[in-house]
């Protein structure tokens, strides 16, 4: 593995040229059709945001362009090549590193193995060089302004947004070309969410192709560059910020004619009324008393 960002791949670091491109994919699971007819060009240096509500398909998409589920219908392309991986490690092996929620790290392991995870140095007798990654990942995380005092401190102990980070500056010490961000900001309070959307900002700024999956709109006008908007499995909206605004893009994700829809169906109700208790009180029985 190098250790720094390469673009050996000519085609895939001229400017016009996506570096992963899917045409009319489709996914389904039985009679679920969870991707239809997708499109989409994810091109290095900039932020792709792919939006959507809950169930949209975005979560799909991405384990379809990191090898875990293999799609169904039309073409993954990564540099100019079609490729089905059948496997996380092949998308991983063509320079795709992604970044689940959940299962970015392992959270017994100390901050320095897991950084190393699957990519362990080793010493003349194949142990492992301890000393050498503990130091290349105290530089590494140095470099990016990422300060974690113990390497040695299991990373579940850190939190949420810190594990994003670590999981973040490894996809580019690893010369990933493309990194996949499946919703990072989702369960971090406000200034967590911003470190990790500057170190999404440290990962566009290194050449990568960033995914960023969210459902949250503001985030993603803080940071993208192209946004694309899924709705039941197909792309409602694929656009550039040159030709949105973020009001425009939190209509399209709130959904704008559901939400005058809504707003009919809803039209009696007397919002911000108080209502005050009457009549008896309910009668609520304590768990101990009705034994
Ligand atoms: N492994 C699976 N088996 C069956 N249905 C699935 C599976 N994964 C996702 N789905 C369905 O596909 C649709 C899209 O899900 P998902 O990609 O997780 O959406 P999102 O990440 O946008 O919330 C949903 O209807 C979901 O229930
Ligand atoms: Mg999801």
Redesign the pocket.
């Known amino acids: 593995m190098t250790t720094t960002t390469s673009f050996d791949n000519e085609a895939a670091s001229s400017p016009t040229m996506p570096v992963v491109q899917l045409d009319d994919v489709g996914k389904s699971?039985?009679n679920?059709q969870?991707l239809r007819g997708v499109s989409l060009s994810v091109r290095q240096g900039e932020i792709t945001c792919v939006l959507?509500d809950?169930?949209?398909?975005?979560?799909?998409?991405i384990k379809v362009i990191a090898g875990l589920h293999e799609h169904s219908d039309g073409v993954l392309t990564v540099n100019g090549e079609e490729r089905r991986f059948k496997s996380p490690r092949e998308s991983l092996d063509s320079g795709i590193a992604t970044v689940y929620q959940d299962l970015a790290l392992a959270p017994l392991m100390s901050v320095w193995r897991n950084f190393f995870l699957g990519n362990e140095l080793t010493g003349r007798f194949g142990t492992l060089d301890a000393t050498k990654m503990k130091r290349i990942a105290t530089e590494e995380l140095t470099k990016m302004g990422i300060s974690i005092p113990n390497l040695e401190q299991p990373v579940g102990m850190l939190s949420g947004g810190q594990r994003q980070c670590i999981a973040i500056a490894r996809a580019i010490h690893f010369g990933a070309k493309v990194l996949i961000l499946d919703e990072p900001t989702a369960a971090l309070g406000v200034k967590q969410s911003g470190v990790v959307l500057k170190y999404i900002v440290k990962a566009r700024d290194a050449g990568l192709g960033v995914v960023f999956i969210t459902h949250n709109p503001h985030h993603a006008y803080l940071v993208g560059n192209h946004f694309v908007v899924?709705k039941l499995?197909r792309v409602a909206l694929d656009t550039h910020r040159a030709d949105i605004t973020l009001e425009q893009l939190t209509n399209e994700m709130a959904g704008g004619s559901e939400l005058e829809a809504l707003s009919h169906e809803l039209r009696d109700i007397d919002a911000g009324a108080v209502v005050r208790p009457s009549g008896r009180p309910a009668q609520i029985q304590s768990p101990l008393e009705s034994t």
Not at 54 to 61: I, V
């Open positions: 699971y039985g679920v969870a959507g809950n169930g949209a398909g975005k979560s799909t998409l899924l499995g």
